[in-house]
């Protein structure tokens, strides 16, 4: 099955930890993104890189790192700078031939 | 600044009732628009699109929203809800992808339907 996979669905981790949050995709798509879901505040971008080996800030980018050493795994790294880390967290990617995001199942991260 | 705005934080109808949710950009070159769903403890959902051409797009489930490029809208509509229409929706707009295709969501619309 071609998709989007996100491990784990549910994180839990105490203040101050690093914690790395999962995204591999077998869509052979080019480029890939991490939004932050927040309650009544929709999806707002953190990262997104449209080929390997490069990748650029979205709007909430502080507090996290990203990675893109292969096209198919776009890992996302939670710092214990990010002041509000509890959030759900989506992964998204697509292709220029479509323009068109799909996303993976999420994680909930909970930092307590 | 790039913006949309969803007029209604959470909607409820009663099964078979028409739907109508509000959509609203603000973006100062050509732009993608979209509508996704979130059921229930799933994925969030591509529900229809539209790139350019009839600004009346249908989407899945009976879906259908119209574009109307002089009021930057994007409204959402299905004659008759069903209580599994029951989830949470959002407008998005994007840049081209050779613009990095960064999508940019509204603040979701919360449905509910009485069955």
């Known amino acids: 099955d071609g998709g989007i996979t996100q491990s784990p669905k549910y994180l839990f981790r105490k203040e101050g930890q690093n914690v790395t949050l999962s995204c591999e995709q077998n869509?052979?798509?080019?480029?890939m993104y991490w939004y932050r879901q927040d309650p009544g505040q929709g999806l707002r971008l953190i990262y997104y890189?449209?080929?390997?080996?490069?990748?650029q800030k979205g709007d909430i980018a502080e507090g996290y790192s990203v990675s893109r050493e292969k096209k198919e795994s776009f890992p996302l790294t939670v710092t214990s700078a990010q002041k509000n880390p509890t959030a759900f967290y989506l992964c998204?990617?697509?292709?220029?031939?479509?323009?068109?995001?799909?996303f993976g199942p999420g994680t909930r991260l909970t930092v307590l | 600044a790039q913006s949309v705005s969803q007029h209604n934080h959470h909607v409820i109808l009663s099964e078979a009732a028409s739907l109508e949710l509000g959509c609203n950009y603000s973006?100062?070159?050509?732009?993608?628009l979209f509508w996704y769903v979130q059921y229930p403890g799933q994925h969030l959902q591509l529900l229809l699109k539209y790139f350019s051409g009839d600004p009346l797009v249908k989407g899945i489930k009976g879906f259908e929203a119209e574009f109307i490029k002089s009021k930057f809208s994007f409204n959402l509509r299905k004659p008759s809800v069903q209580w599994s229409d029951t989830a949470e929706y959002f407008c998005?707009?994007?840049?081209?992808?050779?613009?990095?295709?960064?999508?940019?969501f509204g603040q979701g619309t919360e449905l509910s339907v009485k069955p």
């Open positions: 998204a990617s697509s292709t220029a031939a479509t323009d068109t995001q799909y």
């Open positions: 890189s449209q080929i390997v080996n490069d990748f």
């Open positions: 973006y100062g070159g050509t732009v993608n």
């Open positions: 998005a707009v994007n840049a081209p992808y050779n613009q990095g295709g960064k999508l940019i």
């Open positions: 869509l052979n798509h080019d480029a």
